[in-house]
């Protein structure tokens, strides 16, 4: 089922494969007619970008299946796994570069053309608005592969940086530095290997279930006492799911409640805590009697 979320996300998604495809064909010709591999290399980070984002779009649109027989919780993991193969994909295009980076540089060759600058400046401007737009969306849909989708194009922004770097000393140092076109390439590879520890690490917690949204149980505590019938609130725990998440909350009401009254309060709680924090897709509610000795003890 699709969500205002999902729509959103989506076109995210859109607006990054249209981005990364018209400069992957830029930086391919002006590297090839500009004598570069530095933007070679970052027109193959760029075509990476374009499978990678295409798989996180397959991945958001699997997520909005409804939850099923097999999937009572819904198919919002799918979202942590697409994040792991897109960086595969990081990790398999910075080691080719490598490689032709080191080959390059024992290989005599003819510097690059003056005007890949040029390209190269316009391309360092645009990734960087696409990181800023991409990695904004992100956050407000709390989506960890979209998280992924925009440090590609971080990671892009980055290798252009070092290309233009590389070029200029190329440029200005004349005969015998043409390597450092290479040598630019080179550290592009190692730092798109270190923005992949980056986007893996958070999706390894998400698959974990890793405790990292206090800030979000507080939350949660604090709004259950809005309920009537609700005393206070014992264990809370919450988990991503795709982008929403599922919270597991222990309520205490009196102890002389019937089963019907405490089943109520229960459903009123899910309802209450789903209307005031739209980023929750479930609750599950666990009522617990009042118990003066045990609150006292746990109050001291």
């Not at 009572?72 to 295009?93: A, C, K, M, N, Q």
């Not at 510097?111 to 990695?135: A, D, N, R």
């Not at 980056?198 to 800030?215: K, S």
């Amino acid at each position: 089922m699709s969500t205002p979320q999902s729509q959103k996300a989506k076109k995210t998604i859109y607006f990054s494969i249209l981005g990364s495809f018209g400069l992957a064909l830029i930086k391919w010709l002006a590297g090839f007619f500009g004598n570069s591999f530095a933007l070679i290399a970052d027109a193959i980070e760029s075509t990476s970008d374009i499978f990678s984002s295409i798989l996180v779009l397959l991945g958001i649109k699997y997520s909005e299946r409804p939850a099923d027989k097999t999937h009572p919780y819904g198919h919002g993991r799918i979202e942590p796994l697409i994040t792991f193969i897109v960086v595969i994909f990081l990790v398999i295009s910075a080691t080719f570069i490598a490689h032709k980076s080191i080959i390059n540089i024992q290989t005599p060759h003819d510097g690059p053309e003056s005007w890949t600058l040029i390209v190269l400046g316009l391309i360092i401007i645009w990734k960087e608005i696409s990181y800023q737009v991409v990695m904004r969306r992100a956050k407000t849909l709390n989506s960890s592969s979209l998280k992924a989708d925009a440090w590609h194009h971080r990671s892009d922004a980055i290798t252009s940086v070092a290309a233009f770097v590389g070029i200029s000393m190329a440029l200005l140092l004349g005969d015998g530095y043409q390597s450092a076109d290479d040598w630019a390439a080179l550290f592009a590879s190692g730092f798109i290997l270190y923005n992949c520890y980056r986007i893996f690490r958070p999706a390894l917690g998400e698959i974990m279930d890793e405790n990292l949204y206090e800030e979000m149980v507080d939350l949660i505590k604090d709004k259950s006492l809005n309920v009537n019938g609700i005393l206070d609130t014992e264990k809370c725990f919450v988990r991503k799911n795709g982008m929403s998440f599922l919270v597991d909350i222990h309520a205490i009401v009196p102890a002389d409640y019937t089963v019907k009254q405490g089943h109520d309060i229960a459903h009123n709680l899910k309802d209450y805590l789903m209307s005031e924090m739209p980023e929750i897709s479930n609750v599950f509610v666990h009522i617990e009697p009042f118990n003066p000795i045990v609150y006292n003890t746990l109050s001291k």
